[in-house]
Antibody, heavy 121, light 107 residues
Framework: QVQLVESGGGVVQPGRSLRLSCAASAFPFSSYGMHWVRQAPGRGLEWVALLSSDGTNKFYADSVKGRFTISRDNSKNTLYLQMNSLRAEDTAVYYC??????????????WGQGTLVTVSS | EIVMTQSPATLSVSPGERATLSCRASQSVSSNLAWYQQKPGQAPRLLIYGPSTRATGIPARFSGRGSGTEFTLTISSLQSEDFAVYYCQQYDNWPLTFGQGTKLEIK
């Protein structure tokens, strides 16, 4: 069945960088735009970024724009999130999420298990 | 940015009873609304989209309705596994936004 497996989380100091990965399987990854969504401890869900299926169109939340970069490698069925200039408020579980449909279906039927990013000195 | 407001923040209901959760958008999102269920330590699970279509495998006791700015999720007869946090999400405009969640707890 569909699997999304995130990795790359950890503890990082403010101002430093981290790269998250999401390995996808059991669906045509290269046909789907893919998203990152995060959840701060004890808080709600916050959409972070979207990358189109071919990698040409990117959308970001204002809170991460200019600091985070979403990318993908369709030959490896992998989604990435490069996070630079990290702040304490970026501390969260980061999920990659697959939309239900290939076109204009920006709600998510599969989520990874999440990877925790903690920004702390 | 469209702000999604859920009410109540916490809802206490007995098993077997009906629960109704509300979600309000700060501007019209048409029918572009989804509901998720999240249990502790787990990823969210898609329940409803469109805003009344149940996702695959979701029991018929879950139903959604509404359009524009007012939406509801109803669980007709609560089972023990339904006690969780529920989020609404609009996908009509960028950025995608979620409500702050309603915690459904056992009374």
């Amino acid at each position: 069945q569909v699997q999304l497996v995130e990795s790359g989380g950890g503890v990082v100091q403010p101002g430093r960088s981290l790269r998250l990965s999401c390995a996808a399987s059991a669906f045509p990854f290269s046909s789907y735009g893919m998203h990152w969504v995060r959840q701060a401890p004890g808080r709600g869900l916050e959409w972070v970024a979207l990358l189109s299926s071919d990698g040409t169109n990117k959308f970001y939340a204002d809170s991460v724009k200019g600091r985070f970069t979403i990318s993908r490698d369709n030959s490896k069925n992998t989604l990435y999130l490069q996070m630079n200039s990290l702040r304490a408020e970026d501390t969260a579980v980061y999920y990659c999420a697959k939309p239900l449909g290939m076109v204009r279906a920006y709600y998510f039927d599969y989520w990874g298990q999440g990877t925790l990013v903690t920004v702390s000195s | 940015e469209i702000v999604m407001t859920q009410s109540p923040a916490t809802l206490s209901v007995s098993p077997g009873e009906r629960a109704t959760l509300s979600c309000r958008a700060s501007q019209s999102v048409s029918s572009n609304l989804a509901w998720y269920q999240q249990k502790p330590g787990q990823a969210p699970r898609l329940l409803i989209y469109g805003p009344s279509t149940r996702a695959t495998g979701i029991p018929a006791r879950f139903s959604g309705r509404g359009s524009g700015t007012e939406f509801t999720l109803t669980i007709s007869s609560l089972q023990s596994e339904d006690f969780a946090v529920y989020y609404c999400q609009q996908y009509d405009n960028w950025p995608l936004t979620f409500g702050q969640g309603t915690k459904l707890e056992i009374k």
